[in-house]
């Protein structure tokens, strides 16, 4: 063998550290956990933020459908309905396929077996 498992002049540190591996795993999981906690305010702020972009983008647009659309009014729209109803027009009706049935009339044919 080239080089041996066990070096010559050991730390104090890597000799713990072989003893009790978890004198190393739990200050990583615990940096780990800390920094995800940590980080979670400036995530919160950078979705807060755009978000309110969102909403301030949509207030305006807002504001500028209600300045180009026109008031309603009812007395308005019962002149436009009455003077529609005064102009000369008259309902046609639609001739139907032949094996659609009328509505309200039982069929003259039995059904087609299929």
Excluded: C
Aim: aromatic share 10%; charged share 25%; glycine share 6%.
């Amino acid at each position: 063998m080239a080089f041996s498992s066990n070096p010559i002049n050991p730390s104090l540190l890597q000799s713990r550290l072989k003893r009790h591996p978890a004198l190393f795993g739990i200050p990583f999981l615990l940096i780990i956990v800390g920094a995800s906690f940590g980080l979670q305010t400036f995530t919160q702020t950078r979705y807060d933020l755009q978000d309110q972009k969102v909403k301030q983008i949509s207030n305006e647009q807002a504001l500028g459908l209600d300045r180009k659309k026109k008031k309603f009014d009812i007395r308005e729209e019962y002149y436009k309905l009455s003077a529609a109803g005064e102009q000369d027009w008259e309902p046609k009706r639609i001739a139907r396929p032949n094996d659609f049935p009328e509505l309200g009339v039982p069929p003259t044919e039995p059904p087609a077996k299929s």
